[in-house]
């Protein structure tokens, strides 16, 4: 018997010492960034693409820079320089030397522009072999891309006349002796994404032969981007079926998850549990904002479907979702926020909690700001007493704010928002001015909200009224 537990015990040591995380270090020289802080970051997963930080540092007064993390396997890791959105693959128990982009700032007009685009860059890294997994993808990434311009006409006019087979062994013959394990998937989900893309198999075939009886690979981009693709609208064109119309009907009247997996599994392409659950959360996201199923209902369905899974990916993934969905949804409470003020005095949307707060988003030199700051000049005069008036301002910095402030003399709050540049991405905001009201428990009562051109006072009395404060 103690050689039993014995046995056990090495094979648990064993299994534990493997599943173990192993540390990515992260460095380079890049002089020109000095000064610059540097965030290293990853998809918590690729559904909801919830950013989640890894690592992050200053690039010192030398032009030198490091961090480390954490990782069990192959992530995609990317970092915002300015124009750029700069990627490599970090894999574990590696130590990478990064060569930075060119330093171009986004200017204001830029960061602005709800259509801005930043640049995709595959991050350099020195003394890479040709069998380094980032030398390796960029390396297919050109020779696949080059393959769909090369035969584009065909694809989009007529694909019956592609040879698809031919045109795929033709790069697969450059790759075929590079065995690392990543990079092995990420190429044949590629060539997978090319058959589709070509129409020679459509996504009944494609999640039957890649997706049913496979082992699902959260973190290979070219795995999940294929996925989203192959099981978009899902729901829609399974629902529209003898067999998928109750889909619908299990989120919005019956909220049930169970009912929900039981009408599911009545499509062969979906008998495995955990593909069933995965496709579900993406459809869940997807499909949150149409009209054809309540929020509640979907929320109530992400909720138990959070708690009933053993699966602790799609647990994350859930609630990652559930946290994306509700963040500016009214009733709930929106992204926290730490800001100097004028006089550099750090503020924070938590201090607010007991009073009402009209929260906007503007820049000093917005003409369409300019003007509505005396409007919320009029606002604060007549109810101060009733709500407080935040302006969160995205201007060049803090100095240029405080001196249009103190010139102007506003009586109300502004924020610079450059020690928390994502506050704009986290509240959404497409075009400025854009407003929102939070009520008394920190939770927002309307969202957005009316202007202070389109009469916001009866909005903001309805609330409180509603809430017997007036």
Avoid at 299 to 314: C, R, W, Y
Avoid at 447 to 459: F, L, M, Q, V, W
Wanted: net charge negative; proline share 3%.
């Amino acid at each position: 018997m103690s050689r039993i537990k014995t046995g056990l015990i090495f094979i648990i040591l064993i299994f534990s010492i493997s599943a173990r995380a192993g540390t990515v270090i992260l460095k380079g020289t890049a002089p020109e960034w000095t000064g610059t802080q540097l965030e290293f970051i990853t998809y918590s997963d690729q559904i909801s693409y919830t950013e989640k930080v890894l690592c992050s540092t200053v690039v010192d007064n030398t032009g030198n820079f490091k961090c480390s993390f954490e990782t069990h396997e192959t992530v995609y890791v990317f970092i915002y320089l300015g124009t750029y959105e700069a990627y490599f693959f970090a894999e574990p128990d590696s130590d990478y030397t990064l060569i930075l982009p060119e330093k171009t700032e986004k200017s204001i007009s830029d960061k602005l522009n709800p259509y801005f685009k930043t640049v995709l860059y595959h991050l350099g890294i020195e003394n890479s072999s040709q069998t380094e997994l980032n030398y390796l993808l960029a390396w297919f990434d050109t020779e696949f891309s080059n393959m769909i311009n090369s035969n584009a006409y065909l694809i989009y006019t007529k694909s019956s006349e592609l040879n698809v087979d031919a045109a795929i062994s033709s790069v697969d013959s450059i790759f075929k002796n590079f065995n690392n394990p990543y990079f092995v998937d990420y190429k044949n989900y590629s060539y997978a994404a090319f058959r589709h893309l070509s129409f020679q198999q459509k996504s009944k075939s494609i999640s039957n032969s890649y997706y049913l009886n496979y082992k699902i690979l959260y973190q290979n981009k070219a795995y999940m981007d294929l996925f989203n693709q192959v099981y978009d609208k899902y729901f829609s064109y399974f629902g529209r079926t003898e067999k998928g119309k109750q889909i619908y009907s299990d989120i919005g009247l019956h909220k049930s998850i169970t009912l929900l997996k039981k009408t599911l599994g009545q499509d062969s392409i979906l008998t495995n549990d955990t593909l069933k659950e995965l496709v579900i959360l993406k459809c869940l996201h997807d499909e949150f904002y149409d009209d054809m199923i309540s929020r509640s209902a979907t929320l109530t369905v992400l909720d138990s479907l959070a708690l009933q899974t053993t699966n602790e990916e799609h647990k994350q993934i859930a609630n990652n979702i559930r946290q994306k969905v509700t963040r500016l949804m009214v009733g709930f409470e929106p992204p926290p926020f730490t800001l100097f003020d004028k006089d550099s005095n750090l503020v924070t949307l938590e201090k607010y909690r007991g009073k009402y707060v009209y929260l906007g988003f503007c820049a000093s030199i917005s003409y369409a700001c300019i003007q509505e700051f005396e409007m919320l000049r009029k606002l604060h005069e007549k109810h101060a007493a009733n709500f407080e008036i935040i302006v969160i301002c995205m201007d060049e910095s803090l100095a240029q704010m405080k001196t249009f402030v103190e010139k102007m003399n506003y009586p109300y709050t502004f924020l610079f928002y450059g020690n928390q540049a994502d506050v704009f991405k986290e509240y959404d905001i497409r075009a400025l001015p854009t407003y929102y009201f939070i009520n008394k428990e920190g939770k927002l009562a309307l969202s957005p909200a009316a202007s202070p051109g389109e009469n916001i006072e009866y909005y903001i009395f309805q609330v409180m009224r509603a809430n017997k404060d007036i």
